[in-house]
């Protein structure tokens, strides 16, 4: 009797053992480690120049877009209340990398919290989901503007204008939920080395202590699947409307033409990196890193150059706001 509850007792002990050297492992770790974008410091300091003016070129432009938006109300209409949105999320998804990235150029070890990690994966999704949906109400509302111009300002009127922005925070908020429930019970007890200068769920996914086939498949099918069927969603219907144009006057299908070349450039931008990064399914390293610079540096502060110089609207206000 001595002897078998020996043997119990022992057995519960390894058994106890084992499951505290589990846990332990799977929650060894507490940090992730970027690699960022060069190990040369000579490289480091050019590229933190490159990216210090570029970050400040995000946040004036975005913020004169903004401000001049709110000041003017020859502004005050439905096209450019979303593009002060976009403009606003633009400014908001590049800050949830590009500060980090830029002091890190600084720090010979490039870290992040655990909590800082899946901070940035939510944020990045919240934004990145919201300027989405934004991108297709400005599509909407130039479809109404040129298809159905006799009922613009019913469609389009203050209610709906405020009710899709709210509904692009939302659903963002929602799509960037459902992304980090795939991260957080997530086990991880190394490595812990991200060959990146940010955290995203497809890399972040890799250096689980699980099989990540499943979870891969996850985030093509919610993120990949979500931003393929909203490009195809824009290209259509962007065709008709160009059809459309076709049919009006010269001179009211140039300046139609010409905003819609500047939508047509933005969502190009936006969606080309998104699709390769969360949709293609042959993943290139050194393809992904500079997708994902583009993504969150170049886009954000080439979407304010786009849409001033190609306004004549936008650039008399900015001339009137100098004054």
Known sequence: MNGDTGKTWGTAEVIYWNETISKA???????FIFLGLSNSQELQLFLFVFFFVFYVGIVFGNLLIVITVASD???????????ANLSLTDLSLSSVTAPKMITDFFSKRK????KGCLAQIF???????????????MAFDRYVAICKPLHYTTIMCSKVCLGIVAAAWGIGFLHSVSQLAFAVNLPFCGPNKIDSFYCD????????CTGTYRLDIMVIANSGVLTVCSFV???ISYTIILMTIQRL???RSSKALSTLTAHITVVLLFFGPCIFIYAWPFPVKSLDKFLAVFYSVVTPLLNPIIYTLRNKDMKTAMRQLRK
């Open 25 to 31: 492992n799977y929650s060894a770790v507490t940090e």
């Open 73 to 83: 109300s020859h502004l005050h209409s439905p096209m450019y209340f979303l593009l």
């Open 111 to 114: 870290a992040i919290s655990f």
């Open 123 to 137: 944020l990045l999704h919240f934004f990145g989901g919201s300027e989405l949906v934004i991108l297709l109400a």
């Open 201 to 208: 769920l497809p890399r972040v996914i890799q250096l689980a």
């Open 233 to 235: 969603f824009l290209i």
């Open 249 to 251: 006057p010269s001179d």
